[in-house]
């Protein structure tokens, strides 16, 4: 089996993530929070240590501010719907994820939140900047975007963004679905007020938990209430962190696991980690690029996502044949339509390779040669 939906989720799991999960289940799982017994003591601590170590790697310098969820839209549902308020006006690209945009529509519809996209296919990062002031009006509350694409290897630039929206007071919250673990993030230098992340792509953690960083000036109502283990005779979810946002009992297993997949991820290092993507990336462009009849989109923009498609065949068929040789990829539209469209690929989207951490070039030589076999 060849495993080229990283993008989705990563597979195989780190030995860390799995080493960390199974001593939490085996050793400490108690509920965190939740009692006064050694077992739940224990897992406080541990679960402490994880938000440590996430502050540290996102650049956050607040373990107290990071607050785990279930996964990457969770974090960015409770961002969005905690932030903004009736009539505001949102900034987002068009390489949204629906993670973003459905969100957006549901507040359109309950809070009458307006938004408006801006282009960054084609355009520099100065051309990006202007794309956004242009569209900043009076009642602008935010930009909301994506670190990286998850249908094709571009990425916005965080720390240039997020110098605009303090300069014009505007909430800079961001999506790092497919950058964390791949990219460097630092909130504080990038000015990033709100920062969903997931355990389970990038940073080689298992599913189950998600993680929402917040930044010291944005203030959040919340999404849901219910227990927090703490002030138990307040009517109202209470005022500290993380606790405010933590209803319920946390994932601790997942949380457990992404401990050590973090740990593995600073191991390799994120320069090893975008260098070996970059490489797989050109390797598989090479490879499609010599077959007849393949379009690739974005084929200038190395990185851990490459979009390409069969002319005339759609991409679910490329995708089954691939999985019926034992190659997993993703076609479709990857639940980010407007991204597509900026694209230019067909209606029924295009097929996706995800490289992730494990890949090896020998992998995309298969790739090619059952491309090649199937449709050449
Ligand atoms: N945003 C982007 C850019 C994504 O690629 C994804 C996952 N496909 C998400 C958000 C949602 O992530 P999760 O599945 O962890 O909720």
Redesign the pocket.
């Known amino acids: 089996m060849i495993y080229f939906d990283n ?2 989720t990563s597979f195989p799991k780190s030995p860390r993530a799995i080493a960390e999960a199974t001593a939490c289940m085996r050793t400490w799982c108690g509920n965190p929070g939740r009692g006064a017994h050694f077992l739940s003591r224990i897992a406080s601590e541990k679960v402490y240590a994880c938000r440590e170590l996430l502050s540290d790697f996102l650049g956050l310098n607040a373990p107290e501010r990071v607050v785990f969820t279930q ?3 969770y974090a960015l549902n409770m961002a969005l719907k905690g932030a903004l308020k009736h009539g505001a006006h949102v900034l987002c690209s068009e390489l949204e ?1 629906n ?1 973003i945009l459905r969100p957006l529509h549901a507040l359109q519809q309950e809070r009458d939140i307006s938004f408006d996209t801006f282009p960054v296919v084609g355009r520099t990062h100065e051309q990006i900047l202007q794309e956004i002031t242009a569209r900043i009006k009076e009642n602008t509350a935010a930009v909301v975007c ?1 670190h990286a694409s ?1 249908i094709c290897s571009l990425s916005l630039p965080l720390a240039k963004i997020g110098t605009l929206c303090r300069s014009r007071g505007l909430l800079f919250m961001v ?1 790092a ?2 950058s964390a673990g791949h990219l460097p993030i630092d909130m504080r230098a990038m000015q990033i007020d709100a920062l969903a992340v ?1 355990a ?1 792509k990038g940073l080689l953690g298992i599913q189950g938990c ?1 993680v929402l960083a917040l930044g010291e000036c944005i203030s959040l109502s919340t999404l849901i209430e219910g227990g927090s283990g703490v002030n138990s005779l307040l009517r109202t979810m209470p005022e500290e962190f993380p606790e405010r946002f933590e209803a319920g009992t946390l994932p601790v297993i997942a949380i457990a696991g992404l401990c050590g997949g973090i740990s593995h991820v600073m191991e390799l290092g994120l320069p090893e980690i975008e260098e070996r993507a970059n490489r797989l990336f050109f390797a598989a462009r090479e490879r499609i690029a010599s077959l007849d009849g393949f379009e690739i989109y974005q084929p200038d923009t190395p990185g851990a996502v490459l979009l390409f498609n069969k002319i005339g065949i759609p991409s679910t068929e490329v995708a089954r044949v691939l999985d019926k040789s034992g190659i997993c990829t993703r076609a479709g539209l990857h ?1 980010a339509p407007l991204a597509h469209q900026a694209l230019g690929t067909p209606p029924g989207g295009a097929v996706r390779l995800g490289f992730g951490a494990f890949n090896t070039s020998a992998e995309v030589d298969v790739l090619w040669r059952v491309l090649r076999h199937e449709f050449c």
């Open positions: 993008a989705a996964n990457t839209t994820h993670a994506l998850n999506d679905a497919q997931p389970h998600g639940c």
